[in-house]
């Protein structure tokens, strides 16, 4: 839903996302308080507790969100069920994923520094991630099979390998984009990746919007 038809309570909502994210990214988790984020989103206190319980609500909602964008771009068919993309695209989209990235930098900060925070057992955020991972890999794997089978010659690599090799490469190019953006160009290394696999993509050809 658009801003501009948003309940007055989305639009509450939607800027103390915008606000935690910013803080998060910048600070971490663990060093950002709620009377911080409730003041970055001019609002009380009371007012941000009012819509979001604790910081670890909000902490998770911020991971959500993007996460429910990402997938409605990326994999259709799991939030509609027979919205069918081709396999090319999907894949494509995955390698225009790391240029958006790179338009987002305080989002990459985010998931950057709270990716790391959540590898401790306790944090709030752990099994988020752990199920992120999970469903990042089969979805990925899923893709690759298709894909690898319909490449001329067949692709014989394993998918789930390949799959979560992506994933380790995104992720890392992002950390060394974060530090310095100019020395990594994300989508460039993405496609060189996936040519060593034989899928060859046109770098040139830009991001897919299809």
Known sequence: MSRQHATKGERTR??????????FALSGFNAVSLREIAAHAGMTHAGLLHHYPGKE?????????????DAAHLFPGMLQPGEAVPPAVQLRRIVDLAERNS????LVGLYTLVAAEAATPGHPAHDYFVARYRVLRREIAALLRTVFAEAAPPVTADPDVVA?????????LQTQW?????AVPMRRRVVDFLAAHGLRLDIEDGPVTG
């Open 57 to 69: 609500a909000l902490l998770l909602e911020v991971l959500a969100r993007r996460d429910r964008e």
């Open 103 to 106: 338009r987002t930098p305080g």
């Open 164 to 172: 979560q090799q992506l994933l380790a490469l995104m992720d890392g």
């Open 178 to 182: 974060a530090l310095e953006p100019d």
């Open 14 to 23: 939607a800027r103390i996302l915008d606000a935690a994210s910013e803080l």
